[in-house]
């Protein structure tokens, strides 16, 4: 079995920064990739970052040069750190991770999620 779970999470001020981390646990051979997506009240989920195990990274168009993700291959932790913070970055934001139990298998995990609210 595996879990993802999420800390980090909260309120702030429009302009305040926060840092997200997921750990992920259980019996895991590899994550090739991990990242964030957010849901906001009455929309779709969307990508916020990925980042793979060799460190590459993938950004929404609307979180760049404010948001960076990073991860502890060794903790098999993702974090996301969120600067310069505007009210519509407020929304639930979900952990996502490929994980592989097995050389051959992979499977797609989520969080719980944390909500994270920006105050103008």
């Known amino acids: 079995q595996v879990q993802l779970v999420e800390s980090g999470g909260g309120l702030v001020q429009a302009g305040g920064s926060l840092r997200l981390s997921c750990a992920a646990s259980?019996?895991?051979?590899?994550?090739?990739?991990m990242g964030w997506h957010r849901q906001a009240p009455g929309k779709q989920r969307e990508l916020v970052a990925t980042v793979t195990s060799g460190g590459s990274t993938n950004y929404a168009d609307s979180v760049k040069g404010r948001f960076t993700i990073s991860r502890d291959n060794a903790k098999y932790t993702v974090y996301l750190q969120m600067n310069n913070l505007k009210p519509e970055d407020t929304a639930v934001y979900y952990c996502?991770?490929?994980?592989?139990?097995?050389?051959?298998?992979?499977?797609?995990?989520w969080g719980q999620g944390t909500q994270v609210t920006v105050s103008s």
């Open positions: 259980g019996s895991i051979f590899s994550i090739p990739t």
């Open positions: 996502n991770a490929d994980i592989r139990r097995t050389p051959v298998t992979v499977t797609n995990y």
